[in-house]
Every structure is written in C-alpha cells, then in structure tokens.
C-alpha cells in the first residue's frame, strides 16, 4: 500500500484546513490507520487513529471537537478535517497504514506504511 497526502498550506490562526491522505494497493490487511505530526524538534505524535473495520476513532486531547477523520465509500481516500486552527498545530502532517492489532495505541511505530507528509503552517 502507498499513501499520499495533500491539502496542507499557511492559514491564519481560527482558520480550518482539510487534509487528504490517497490510498493505493492493497489494504485487506489493514487494521487501522491514523493521522499524526510533526513539529520541528519534537517526536511524531498521533493525532487520531481510526479502526479500518467499524471506523471507530480514538482522538489526541489536543484535537477533540477540533479535528474530524473521515473516508470515502471507496475507502480509497481518508480525510481529516481541521477546525479552529491554532498555531500550536504547526507541523508536518503525515497519514500512516497499521496491519497491527495495536494501531489504536497511537504510537508510530505500530504503522508500517507512511506517506511523505504535507506542511501545515498556522499563523498568529
């Protein structure tokens, strides 16, 4: 499987984004996917984690009632919608494929599959 994200851009602070993650190859043997980040100097964290089964979605603190993940029917396609932007939500924004029972930990390293990640600059 390959994925590609895209949507990222500069926005001012208040402001949403949606951010796209393109899915390609097989994915019968998935088992969750997610959203996650990274700000300069600091580790990749996750920001959602969703069950590539029943779409069940485990949330970071710091995106509840902020942030939506969201697929197309074709499940070809997963989105993230990014409401209220803050300048804390700077970062690079990377989409991630887990075949582990135990992608709803959130830690990276429970995802095998990566896409090149796209920049979301957030402006005070």
């Known amino acids: 499987v390959t994925l590609m994200e895209s949507g990222g851009g500069l926005v001012q602070a208040g402001a949403s984004l949606r951010l796209s993650c393109a899915i390609h190859g097989r994915t019968n043997f998935i088992q969750g996917m997610g959203w996650f980040r990274q700000a300069p100097g600091k580790e990749r964290e996750f920001v959602v984690v969703?069950?590539?089964?029943?779409?069940?979605?485990i949330y970071a603190d710091s995106v509840k009632g902020r942030f939506t993940i969201s697929r197309n029917n074709a499940k070809d396609t997963m989105f993230l919608q990014m409401n209220s932007l803050g300048p804390e939500d700077t970062a690079i924004y990377y989409c991630?494929?887990?075949?582990?029972?135990?992608?709803?930990?959130?830690?990276?390293?429970?995802?095998?599959?990566w896409g090149q990640g796209t920049q979301v600059t957030v402006s005070s």
């Open positions: 991630g494929a887990a075949s582990s029972f135990r992608y709803d930990t959130g830690r990276p390293d429970e995802y095998a599959y």
């Open positions: 969703v069950s590539w089964r029943d779409d069940t979605a």
